[in-house]
T-cell receptor, first 113, second 113 residues
Framework: EADIYQTPRYLVIGTGKKITLECSQT?????MYWYQQDPGMELHLIHY???????EKGDLSSESTVSRIRTEHFPLTLESARPSHTSQYLC????????????FGPGTRLTVL | GDSVTQMEGPVTLSEEAFLTINCTYT??????LFWYVQYPGEGLQLLLK?????DKGSNKGFEATYRKETTSFHLEKGSVQVSDSAVYFC????????????FGRGTSLIVHP
């Protein structure tokens, strides 16, 4: 059973607010990812990390930032939320076995008014 | 680069019907192939996988065979249930620390009683 957690599950905030979406995993995985999922369900990679102090931007341009100070924790921060940031955000981690299976959190549904 | 193409949805079926969701890929070498499932309000979870050509992955009555000659990994189930209603993602992974998985756009399945 995968153990990856995201908080909050749902968030409604006003424009201009700073927010942090939390993601934690207890599996000791080195790799972690943030995806934005649009209403059509397609996944867009916005950030990823290979390990502590490693962060990279993904394919989708994003105004968010991430940090990886501890192996188990990979928070995503929006300095100034806008309505265009309204979306579902999914965090994932993966092991280093040959198959590199991804384990996903339940997601955070963000609405910016 | 790598890419995954899966059939567009939604796929709408009656209970006990046969299901096929097509997935084809473009990649060099020998990637691993995956199907993930996303139930409403949840994150993605691994459904099945195959790591080499001619391997068959199976789980919960779903099957998919890794066909290198046709670069395909079609998902099948002989008799779907209402509880199978979800979004299904085909994905391609490679071994190696720096590789980022490639996902298809997702196919929504709706099963009616």
């Amino acid at each position: 059973e995968a153990d990856i957690y995201q908080t909050p599950r749902y968030l409604v905030i006003g424009t201009g607010k700073k927010i942090t979406l939390e993601c934690s995993q207890t599996m000791g995985h080195d790799k972690m990812y943030w995806y934005q999922q649009d209403p059509g369900m397609e996944l867009h990679l916005i950030h990823y990390s290979y390990g502590v102090n490693s962060t990279e931007k993904g394919d989708l341009s994003s105004e968010s930032t991430v940090s990886r100070i501890r192996t188990e924790h990979f928070p995503l921060t929006l300095e100034s939320a806008r309505p265009s940031h309204t979306s579902q955000y999914l965090c994932a981690s993966s092991d280093r076995t040959v198959t590199d299976t991804q384990y996903f959190g339940p997601g955070t549904r963000l609405t910016v008014l | 680069g790598d890419s995954v193409t899966q059939m567009e949805g939604p796929v709408t079926l009656s209970e006990e019907a046969f299901l096929t969701i097509n997935c084809t890929y473009t990649a060099t070498g020998y990637p691993s192939l995956f199907w993930y499932v996303q139930y409403p309000g949840e994150g993605l979870q691994l459904l099945l996988k195959a790591t080499k050509a001619d391997d068959k992955g199976s789980n919960k009555g779903f099957e998919a065979t890794y066909r290198k000659e046709t670069t395909s990994f079609h998902l099948e189930k002989g008799s779907v249930q209402v509880s199978d209603s979800a979004v299904y993602f085909c994905a391609l992974h490679r071994s190696g620390g720096s590789y980022i998985p490639t996902f298809g756009r997702g196919t929504s399945l709706i099963v009616h009683p």
